[in-house]
Each structure stands twice: as structure tokens, then as C-alpha cells.
């Protein structure tokens, strides 16, 4: 199972909103809505900001959403903070009944 | 509040073995599944695979079978990942991560992950 592809690194002012794009095929984000997507800052453990394509858990800001068309998702920032910049990470189930994860993109809040 | 506690750092020579272990806390664990994820030093996170807590059955990535060995011991809720013939590349964090909700399609809850080091 490839790896799902995200841009290396994405970039914002604070204040402006930023979408970070993750692209599989039919057999994984295109195929069910269980897109999920984690931040992780530096030295850091992952955090769940986003499941089920558009469900936020618990306690995350609702500046944070996802979406998804066709085989990409997307995860929307609006109203950057710079505690934003992290490393995001995606991940979908997929038809072998197995999750894979993007390659993941650095935010930097400029 | 949901915990994962994982055992401490490791330093292991090249062809050892060893076990991390994972301890739950906070909810039954046997009503979650677990998954087990790897991070290799500045590199992204990759999906070794899950078990389910309550039958004990594990699935294994593709690149993580043979070597890598997911068991529970639901009597100390603890999950471990026994990794044998280590090798160099076998360097990263490892990490548990228990399910949201009921499936183990998104990972709510992480441990602190834990560092194996291979080295001669």
C-alpha cells in the first residue's frame, strides 16, 4: 500500500487560512469516509484533530475541518495561530482493511 | 482519563530482541482496539498494523510481518510489540494508540512512545 501524498510543506500568516491536500485513490480516501488527520509538533506524541473525514474530537478548536472530493482530502486551518505550526499527518482506511498514512506536511506559521 | 503508559527507552545490539509494552488505563480495554505505529528518526509516521483487544487477533502492515509480534495480556490491560532480529533500520519511536471509537480507523489516544535504539 502506497503511501498517501501530501505537500511537503504548506505556509500562512496569522490570521489567513491554509488547506493542506492528502491524495490516494478509490481503494483508500476515495473509497470510505474514514480520513483521519494528526498534528504533531516537535518531540512531540501525534494528536487526533480530525476523524472520520470531518468529525473533530473533543477539545479541538473548530478552526480546524476536513473535507474530502474524490480521492483527496483536505484539512482547512482558518485563523492561523503560530502554535499551528506542527507537522499534519494524515491517514485512510483501505480496501486491504489496513490504515496508511501520508508523508506528511510541515506548517509554518510566518 | 484515558492513559497509555509505554515502557522506557531501549538500547539493543543488532540481532536482539525486544518487547515494549503498552498499559492502558482509564476505560475497558478490552473495548478498543489498538494500534501500533512506527516513527524512524525525522521521518513520518508509518501504520504497523493493529489488534483487536477482545479476541487478541492481530493484523499486521505490509513490511511488519515475521519479525513483529502484537500480544495483549488483558488481565494487566497492557498490549506489548515484540520486535526479534533487530536490525539498524528498526531505530525509531514507537508508538501505541488506542481507537476513538470502537473501530481502529483513527488513533484518539497515543502513549509517550518509546525509543529502540539499534546499535552495535
Known amino acids: 500500500q502506497s503511501a498517501l501524498t501530501q505537500p511537503a510543506s504548506v505556509s500562512g500568516s496569522p490570521g489567513q487560512s491554509i488547506t493542506i491536500s492528502c491524495t490516494g485513490s478509490?481503494?483508500?480516501?476515495?473509497?470510505?469516509?474514514?480520513v483521519s488527520w494528526y498534528q504533531q509538533h516537535p518531540g512531540n506524541v501525534p494528536k487526533l484533530m480530525i476523524y472520520?473525514?470531518?468529525n473533530r474530537p473533543s477539545g479541538v478548536p473548530d478552526r480546524f475541518s476536513g473535507s474530502k472530493s474524490g480521492n483527496t482530502a483536505s484539512l482547512t486551518i482558518s485563523g492561523l495561530q503560530t502554535e499551528d505550526e506542527a507537522d499534519y499527518y494524515c491517514?485512510?482506511?483501505?480496501?486491504?482493511?489496513?490504515?496508511?498514512f501520508g508523508g506528511g506536511t510541515k506548517l509554518t506559521v510566518l | 482519563q484515558v492513559q497509555l503508559v509505554q515502557s522506557g527507552s531501549e538500547l539493543k545490539k543488532p540481532g536482539a530482541s525486544v518487547k515494549v509494552s503498552c498499559k492502558a488505563s482509564?476505560?475497558?480495554?478490552?473495548?478498543?482496539?489498538l494500534n501500533w505505529v512506527r516513527q524512524a528518526p525525522g521521518q513520518g509516521l508509518e501504520w504497523m498494523g493493529w489488534?483487536?483487544?477482545?479476541?487478541?487477533?492481530?493484523t499486521y502492515a505490509q513490511g511488519f510481518t515475521g519479525r513483529f509480534v502484537f500480544s495483549l495480556d488483558t488481565s494487566v490491560s497492557t498490549a506489548y510489540l515484540q520486535i526479534s532480529s533487530l536490525k539498524a533500520e528498526d531505530t525509531a519511536v514507537y508508538f501505541c494508540?488506542?481507537?476513538?471509537?470502537?473501530?481502529?480507523?483513527?488513533?484518539?489516544?497515543w502513549g509517550q512512545g518509546t525509543l529502540v535504539t539499534v546499535s552495535s
Open positions: 494508540a488506542r481507537g476513538q471509537t470502537t473501530n481502529y480507523y483513527a488513533s484518539g489516544y
Open positions: 482509564g476505560y475497558t480495554f478490552t473495548n478498543y482496539a
Open positions: 489488534i483487536h483487544t477482545k479476541t487478541g487477533n492481530p
Open positions: 478509490s481503494s483508500d480516501v476515495g473509497g470510505y469516509n474514514y
Open positions: 472520520d473525514v470531518s
Open positions: 491517514s485512510s482506511y483501505t480496501s486491504s482493511d489496513t490504515l496508511v
